[in-house]
T-cell receptor, first 114, second 115 residues
């Protein structure tokens, strides 16, 4: 059974650019959640996708958007990058959107905005 | 606004000692309280979780104590080992309403266990 994978591992962008991060969910999982983890902080919920539909959103501006594909993999897109967007971006997959279903996290993508 | 407050920020414990990390929450609608362990370069991994209908849950060397009236919960690591050195996050969530599936994390505690 393959775990959650994310790509790329590291990414450096400049302010104003756009970025796409990718997540492959664990086999059999139909729910993907995205989190932003700033240095020295806990992860902050961005949004969740369940069966290709957005199923909840945290306190992030519309320039953070996402997609979930029929194979339940997912993308996080961030437009007009700002310096404060520098963080580790984590995706987590689970079977079903209930919080009682364990969320399995990937290793993250480290985004640096210069 | 930090929904879950965690302390201490860092903790140093001798091998064999007890590590204690505390968390407090405000939202009484939370009904699921997991703890996550994160090693450098890895994503968080679920360690142990509790629901508010019990006051304690133990799994091996790890115990969650839950105080519903005080809105506090804590993680106890007995017989701490160097391999336990990691960052620990408490979290809270509710399984209904608009925040379904969302985990609210504390800021984390960096635990170092000296051999």
């Amino acid at each position: 059974e393959t775990g959650v994978t994310q790509s790329p591992t590291h990414l450096i962008k400049t302010r104003g650019q756009q970025v796409t991060l990718r997540c492959s969910s664990q086999s059999g999982h139909n729910t993907v959640s995205w989190y932003q983890q700033a240095l020295g902080q806990g992860p902050q919920f961005i949004f969740q996708y369940y069966r290709e539909e957005e199923n909840g959103r945290g306190n992030f501006p519309p320039r953070f958007s996402g997609l979930q594909f029929p194979n339940y993999s997912s993308e996080l897109n961030v437009n007009a990058l700002e310096l404060d967007d520098s963080a580790l971006y984590l995706c987590a997959s689970s079977f079903g959107s209930s919080i009682y279903n364990e969320q399995f996290f990937g290793p993250g993508t480290r985004l640096t905005v210069l | 606004q930090q929904q879950v407050k965690q302390s201490p920020q860092s903790l140093i414990v001798q091998k064999g000692g007890i590590s204690i990390i505390n968390c407090a929450y405000e939202n009484t609608a939370f009904d699921y309280f997991p703890w996550y362990q994160q090693f450098p370069g890895k994503g968080p991994a679920l360690l142990i979780a509790i629901r508010p209908d019990v006051s304690e849950k133990k799994e091996g060397r790890f115990t969650i104590s839950f105080n519903k009236s005080a809105k506090q919960f804590s993680l106890h690591i007995m017989d701490s080992q160097p391999g336990d050195s990691a960052t620990y996050f408490c979290a809270a969530s509710r399984d209904r309403g608009s925040t379904l599936g969302r985990l609210y994390f504390g800021r984390g505690t960096q635990l170092t266990v000296w051999p």
